[in-house]
């Protein structure tokens, strides 16, 4: 294994559940990248690599919503990340990156947002979601944002 992929592995396996977030948004932007890249270097099946493994991506992000303790926040989060996934099935292999590009902006808010959690907020999520297991109703301290991936 090259010192890049144990250093990424590593990553993964010592991150927090929030920086497991912000890791999957990284992967999904990377893809979409790469995606757009190969859309305007004519490559279609580099695009169709790329835009699977950012579909990849936002499947695991929704598998990871908890949606009884996250609420309306985890449900409206799981119908966009449908709709991500309908845009870049829907942009595929149309010679076009303006599906793509939409779904990167999306990304850049969605983890702009995750991200902006003050470090306070972050350690309370960290300790909350290392104890409480996902079907125990959320402490009164958590917000829904919070919870929409507390498992």
Same mark, same amino acid.
């Given at each position: =294994?090259?010192?890049?992929?144990?250093?990424r592995g590593n990553s993964v396996n010592t991150a927090s559940p929030l920086g /497991?977030?912000?890791l999957s948004y990284d992967a999904l932007y990377k893809a979409l990248w790469r995606a757009e890249h190969a859309i305007d270097g004519?490559? @279609?099946a580099a695009e169709a690599d790329h835009t699977g493994r950012a579909v990849e991506a936002l499947i695991e992000l929704s598998s990871s919503l908890n949606i009884e303790l996250g609420g309306d926040v985890?449900?409206? @989060?799981a119908s966009l990340y449908a709709y991500m996934m309908r +845009? /870049?099935?829907e942009g595929m292999c149309s010679c076009s990156t303006d599906a793509v590009e939409e779904v =990167?902006? @999306? #990304?850049?808010t969605l983890r702009e947002g995750w991200e902006g959690l003050s470090p306070v907020r972050q350690a309370s999520i960290q300790a909350h979601t290392n104890v409480v297991p996902? +079907? #125990?109703p959320a402490p009164?301290? /958590?917000? =829904?944002p919070q919870m929409a991936y507390a498992r």
């Open positions: =294994m090259s010192g890049y992929k144990a250093y /497991l977030v912000i004519g490559d @279609l985890a449900y409206d @989060l +845009r /870049l099935n =990167m902006k @999306l #990304v850049l996902p +079907r #125990v009164q301290k /958590l917000t =829904m």
